[in-house]
């Protein structure tokens, strides 16, 4: 019988201030996996400088969202919680799979030729090889599931790809991961325009809901949120502004969509907007609470960050040998 626990591995960048997409999309659906599976979730800073980033505030980022992680459920008692660049093997064996990468596939990815539009003057090597680091993280760990939103599923699909080569080419090595996507908040949209995805590099402020943001600015930008053409508030394809709102509403109240529709039937969008932030102030402001308390206990974060890269790092090594092995490096003499 097998009864060894499956791992699950999952990151976010600290690109800047976590958004409800982020949270909703992915953060919080991690805390439940974490009594089923050996979880390991990281602090992704060196894809972060795919982007441009202040030195100073990316610090203070990282550190940020480290303590958003615990603050969000996730218990290092049960979980390995790391910032990727204490990992050293993240990065070398990012280069052993830059050889198995081909550049026309990372040519198609979708965020490649999304982010070289945004930061047409930086596209550097990084922004191209973004699909081969994560495709890292995840193989180093030999993670069976990577929960991540509806944005991120091509590149988990390369990531499957590049490990089927590698494994093909050298014999099995590497476990072949699955994405782990949740049907409601897999892809929360811009407030602004909910075609696009909520980003959290968005330079329109009023797009985003952070965690962040206080009580007044998550009702100004509910309330400053684009609507669709007429005024019911109804799901469907046809209303993607109102559906994203509702989508919204649901996760953080645990009211389902059709009994909102219910409750909203006739009333304007006023009331329905307000309703909208409360919900998402009634989430996020615990949150911030905890996330608080725990960026002033410096010494227990580090603590945190301290034994979650020493763990991460020994599935790390054991895997990264391996691979040198495979490959046909000499290994170091000690
Ligand atoms: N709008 C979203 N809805 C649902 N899930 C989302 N995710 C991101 N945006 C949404 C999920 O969050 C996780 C971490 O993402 P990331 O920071 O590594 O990179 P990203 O997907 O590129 O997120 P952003 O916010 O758009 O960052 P920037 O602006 O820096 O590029 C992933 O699981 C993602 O699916």
């Given at each position: 019988m097998d009864n060894v626990k499956k791992t699950v591995f999952s990151a976010v960048q600290p690109t800047g201030k976590i958004t409800l997409g982020n949270y909703l999309g992915a953060i919080r659906n991690w805390t439940p996996l974490q009594n089923e599976y050996d979880c390991l979730y990281c602090v992704a800073d060196l894809h972060s400088l795919t982007v441009t980033q202040v030195p100073a505030e990316l610090r203070k980022n990282?550190?940020?969202?480290?303590?958003?992680?615990?603050?969000?459920?996730?218990?290092?008692?049960?979980?390995?919680?790391?910032?990727?660049?204490?990992?050293?093997?993240?990065?070398?064996?990012?280069?052993?799979?830059?050889?198995?990468?081909?550049?026309?596939?990372?040519?198609?990815?979708?965020?490649?030729?999304?982010?070289?539009?945004?930061?047409?003057?930086?596209?550097?090597?990084?922004?191209m090889n973004y699909p081969v680091l994560m495709a890292s993280d995840i193989l180093l760990y030999q993670a069976h599931l990577v929960p991540i939103g509806k944005d991120q599923t091509q590149h988990l699909e390369i990531t499957r790809d590049i490990a089927e080569r590698?494994?093909?080419?050298?014999?099995?090595?590497?476990?072949?991961?699955?994405?782990?996507?949740?049907?409601?908040?897999?892809?929360?949209?811009?407030?602004?325009?909910?075609?696009?995805?909520?980003?959290?590099?968005?330079?329109?402020?009023?797009?985003?809901?952070?965690?962040?943001?206080?009580?007044?600015?998550?009702?100004?930008?509910?309330?400053?949120?684009?609507?669709?053409c007429d005024t019911s508030i109804r799901y469907g394809e046809d209303k993607p502004a109102i559906s994203n709102l509702l989508t919204i509403y649901s996760l953080c109240s645990g009211e389902s969509v059709k009994d909102a529709e219910k409750r909203f039937d006739g009333q304007g969008?006023?009331?329905?907007?307000?309703?909208?932030?409360?919900?998402?102030?009634?989430?996020?402001?615990?949150?911030?609470?905890?996330?608080?308390?725990?960026?002033?206990?410096?010494?227990?974060?580090?603590?945190?960050?301290?034994?979650?890269?020493?763990?991460?790092?020994?599935?790390?090594?054991?895997t990264l040998d391996k691979v040198y092995r495979k490959v046909g490096l000499v290994g170091r003499f000690r």
């Amino acid at each position: 019988m097998d009864n060894v626990k499956k791992t699950v591995f999952s990151a976010v960048q600290p690109t800047g201030k976590i958004t409800l997409g982020n949270y909703l999309g992915a953060i919080r659906n991690w805390t439940p996996l974490q009594n089923e599976y050996d979880c390991l979730y990281c602090v992704a800073d060196l894809h972060s400088l795919t982007v441009t980033q202040v030195p100073a505030e990316l610090r203070k980022n990282t550190l940020e969202l480290a303590a958003l992680y615990l603050a969000c459920g996730i218990d290092p008692s049960k979980s390995s919680l790391f910032i990727q660049s204490h990992v050293h093997e993240h990065a070398e064996l990012a280069w052993i799979l830059d050889t198995i990468a081909y550049v026309g596939e990372m040519n198609r990815m979708t965020q490649f030729k999304d982010k070289s539009r945004k930061h047409a003057d930086n596209i550097n090597m990084g922004l191209m090889n973004y699909p081969v680091l994560m495709a890292s993280d995840i193989l180093l760990y030999q993670a069976h599931l990577v929960p991540i939103g509806k944005d991120q599923t091509q590149h988990l699909e390369i990531t499957r790809d590049i490990a089927e080569r590698f494994n093909g080419r050298y014999s099995d090595t590497f476990v072949v991961p699955e994405a782990l996507t949740f049907r409601t908040g897999a892809s929360i949209k811009s407030l602004q325009d909910p075609t696009a995805k909520m980003s959290k590099s968005d330079p329109n402020e009023n797009a985003t809901v952070t965690l962040f943001d206080d009580k007044d600015a998550i009702r100004r930008k509910l309330r400053r949120a684009v609507t669709d053409c007429d005024t019911s508030i109804r799901y469907g394809e046809d209303k993607p502004a109102i559906s994203n709102l509702l989508t919204i509403y649901s996760l953080c109240s645990g009211e389902s969509v059709k009994d909102a529709e219910k409750r909203f039937d006739g009333q304007g969008y006023g009331t329905f907007k307000d309703a909208v932030a409360d919900s998402v102030i009634s989430v996020i402001e615990p949150i911030q609470t905890k996330q608080r308390r725990i960026i002033a206990d410096k010494s227990y974060l580090e603590g945190v960050l301290k034994q979650g890269a020493e763990q991460a790092e020994r599935i790390a090594r054991k895997t990264l040998d391996k691979v040198y092995r495979k490959v046909g490096l000499v290994g170091r003499f000690r």
